[in-house]
């Protein structure tokens, strides 16, 4: 993490990513960037050229910090992070948790000067709205992919459901008591049967992201065990009906009772 704020990454020092990095699973490496600073007074900021409000990061901290990390041991990743960058996401968090190194270089203040962007690999934005610094956003992508690394959830398979994982949101969960203040967890979940279950909890994914989310609803790539499924759901929401022509082609082929077959005299076949 390049950042002028170190004090601000203490979060990752609690739960889940402090352990991981107890069991050195995952090492967070927190660089100030102010002690690469040329003036005497440690300046990382200046005046815009051209006027304007607000002071702008200046290049030389940040370039000499990103030189002094040397050469990677493996494969690096430079991120920067702005609201100007690709939006990050449960897809993006896979792809970086391949990495063996990511850099975070966090811009504080009102901008950085053009040329930082030089230095970076990618640069990413944790969602349409602006933070005070990268800070805060490099902590939500550290988190979204440490938890992607292999021995940081307890069980692996934690990740494999999650909301998002598969581009579906995840199904509603319970636990004990089955009935509380008159709520009932659905009689399926305490049937036993895994198979019907396992039905359930997809169908109320479908239906989840469908209700909540249709824009990844849009890019679910079904497969054949949801067409009854999705006809159950269009039952219920008569509005998905409009997607049919989504999910029509797995609607399974009505196998015919095969007839007995008549040898009949002259031997054809009947
Ligand atoms: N810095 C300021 N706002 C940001 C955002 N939305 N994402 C990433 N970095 C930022």
Known sequence: MLTIFPEMFTPLQESIIKRAQEAELIQIKLVDFRDYALSKHKNVDDVPYGGGAGMVLKPEPIYRAVKDLGISNGKRKIVLLTPQGEVFNQKKAIEFANYDELVFLCGHYEGFDERIRVLADEEISVGDYVLTGGELASMVIIDAVARLVPGVLGKESSAEQDSHRQGLLEYPQYTR????????????????????IMAWRRKESLRRTFLRRPDLFQSIEFEKEDYPLL????????????????????????????????????????
Do not use: Q
């Not at 008159?182 to 198979?195: D, F, K, R």
């Not at 082609?249 to 008549?262: A, C, D």
């Open 231 to 270: 006809e159950e759901i269009a039952l219920e929401h008569p509005e998905i009906a409009e997607h049919r022509e989504r999910w029509e082609h797995l609607k399974p082929l009505i196998k015919r009772r095969s007839k007995k077959r008549n040898i009949s005299t002259d031997n054809t076949l009947e």
């Open 177 to 196: 008591p089955p009935e509380y203040e008159g709520l009932e967890v659905p009689e399926i979940l305490l049937s036993g049967h895994h198979a019907r």
